[in-house]
């Protein structure tokens, strides 16, 4: 289980660089978190002040596959 997290967080660190979205690996592993373990709130980009739709659709498509 702790691979596919890191795996994902890895995934949008990378997916967020191709669109030119600025995501840490911190936001990254923050928005996996919520994602995949259902728990909230995440930090930064995708924390309770914010909003995903900075986020690409694929990684959308990620997030909804993990929940």
């Known amino acids: ?3 596919i997290f890191f795996i994902v967080a890895t995934i949008f660190v990378v997916d967020a660089s191709r669109v030119r979205l600025t995501v840490t690996a911190f936001e990254a592993m923050g928005a996996a978190t919520v994602t995949f ?3 909230v709130p995440a930090f930064g980009i ?3 002040l914010e ?3 900075p986020f690409s659709r694929s990684k959308k498509l990620v997030m909804t596959f993990l929940m």
């Open 37 to 39: 373990f259902n728990v």
């Open 51 to 53: 909003s995903y739709d």
């Open 1 to 3: 289980m702790s691979r």
């Open 46 to 48: 995708a924390g309770p």
